[in-house]
């Protein structure tokens, strides 16, 4: 027996998991597991849990460093807050909306939309960013067959949206929301992995519009505090999305969950009685193997003993920068551009994507900042840039003098190195999952090789699409599955 082998104690009958990544998804894994019983074990290559859900201390303020909100197409993440008992952290953000800064100029960003696809192509805010010509090109959506832009398996944003609603919704609307919160060019972009459910509303409903209308409506779930705002999509935590993990953390040392940091899964072997699980010098035997990484490395650590998944590696995730500025700046009180203001791609001058004004957007925030002080967080790197993204190859102060350069272009109030109290860098290999055209069709493949191999479960953003509602809910209803069909024990 190698040193540092684990195995179930003589008296603890309970069936054995392993779960390997400590992100939010082998986080939810693990408590589902531990909830229907079974002994789990979580192996974290890094010292931190919780993974893209991250936080950092930024001039004394705890924030997050990675999703700061969450989409409230379904109550997923609300029902997890709940559960952990944040019920009454749940806010929605500031009303004032955010803006989008295309080629020709800034515009206020329309509230009524999905990924940027309008509900109400005559919404006032809607033709003011398409004019005329635009929203009634976009209107005919109304009258075409509900089989456009549903008949073929796969379609990409970029085509479903320019077939039923035209190119100026596309390119003035669209591709700037997707490239903020995707990192990509829409037309890269699967619409069934990162728009779920959309284009079987479109089926449902009739058109492109009313699909985005119902979407809109399950985003008014209640929440703590109350229907969230109109044209509130997204939601939040008081204290930071950050808190989440904490609770899980927390929820899952008092199930008996054995949480190991610095713990990286090298090999994986699958055994007459289950998994072998190898981390540096010590192994692990379970009943369930649950995988929760990025796609790459969750290939890469199991085709050996599933070789059929080799072909299946998904591309890699684009490399993203964070650069989170605390300012000292008055003249921001006003929020000039709303919670913030998204960039379409080819904007002259401008090297981010998005800047979130994190104070404006948050009144919890604002409120711990103090008057004056502002949270300001500018994002880099689009899947389509050459190289993974020109900007992302900078160092830190490089990446920190384009930040300034394009928060005083962004919000019209001029930002120098003199104004900042604090600022940080984070960057984001893989963390955001690149759901390609046809990537549906490869999950449903990776997850058929899964449940052929008797007790193996994979989670994460690459299998269950973009953003935290989606993760949740996925890892749950895997999980799910196994609680349904009883633990898997040789």
Not at 384 to 402: H, I, Q, R, T, W
């Amino acid at each position: 027996m190698r040193r540092g082998h684990t195995k179930p104690e003589a008296h603890d009958s309970r069936p054995t998991a392993v779960v390997v990544g400590g992100g939010i998804s082998g986080l939810i894994a693990s408590r589902e597991l531990a909830a229907d019983g079974w002994a789990v074990t979580v192996l974290e290559a890094s010292n931190a849990w919780g993974g893209c859900v991250g936080s950092h201390v930024v001039a004394g303020l705890q924030l997050d460093s990675g999703a700061e909100s969450f989409a409230t197409r379904s109550t997923a993440v609300a029902d997890l807050a709940r559960e952990l008992g944040l019920a009454d952290r749940i806010v929605a953000p500031h009303p004032g909306g955010a803006w989008v800064q295309l080629p020709s100029g800034p515009q206020e960003l329309p509230k009524t939309g999905v990924l940027g696809i309008p509900a109400n192509p005559w919404d006032p805010e809607v033709r003011r960013s398409l004019g005329l010509a635009g929203a009634m090109r976009a209107s005919l959506d109304r009258w075409l067959p509900a089989s456009v832009g549903t008949s073929s398996d796969v379609t990409s944003v970029s085509s479903l949206v320019r077939t039923r609603m035209g190119k100026r919704v596309l390119e003035r609307l669209v591709s700037p929301v997707v490239g903020g919160v995707h990192s990509a060019d829409p037309a890269l972009l699967d619409v069934d992995m990162v728009a779920p459910g959309l284009r079987a509303g479109l089926r449902a409903h009739g058109s492109l519009a009313a699909a985005v209308a119902a979407q809109r409506r399950t985003a008014t779930a209640s929440t703590a505090s109350g229907p969230a705002k109109a044209g509130s999509a997204v939601a939040g935590l008081k204290g930071g999305m950050n808190t989440l993990v904490v609770a899980l953390v927390s929820d899952l040392r008092e199930r008996g969950v054995s949480l190991l940091t610095g713990k990286r899964a090298e090999d994986v072997v699958k055994t007459e009685d289950g998994w072998r699980v190898t981390a540096g010098n010590d192994t692990y035997d379970a009943d369930r193997l649950v995988v929760a990484l990025d796609g790459p490395a969750a290939v890469g650590l199991l085709e050996k003993s599933l070789p059929e998944l080799s072909s299946l590696r998904p591309a890699p995730g684009p490399l993203v920068s964070l650069v989170t500025m605390v300012v000292d700046l008055p003249q921001l009180d006003g929020r000039p551009r709303g919670t913030g203001i998204l960039v379409a791609p080819e904007t002259p001058g401008i090297k981010a994507k998005a800047l979130t004004h994190a104070t404006a957007k948050w009144d919890w925030l604002a409120d711990e900042a103090g008057p004056g002080t502002h949270v300001l967080r500018l994002s880099y790197g689009r899947r389509e840039e050459a190289g993974g993204g020109a900007d992302l190859v900078l160092d830190d102060e490089s990446l920190l003098a384009a930040a300034l350069e394009d928060a005083s272009a962004l919000l019209t109030v001029r930002v120098s190195r003199s104004d900042i109290v604090d600022w940080d860098v984070v960057r984001w290999a893989g963390a955001l999952p690149f759901a390609a055209v046809g990537h549906k069709q490869r999950v449903a493949q990776v997850r058929k090789v899964c449940a052929a191999a008797d007790g193996l479960t994979m989670v994460g953003g690459w299998l269950a699409g973009n953003g935290l509602a989606a993760v949740v809910a996925d890892t749950r209803a895997q999980l799910a599955a196994v609680s349904a069909n009883g633990p898997s024990i040789a």
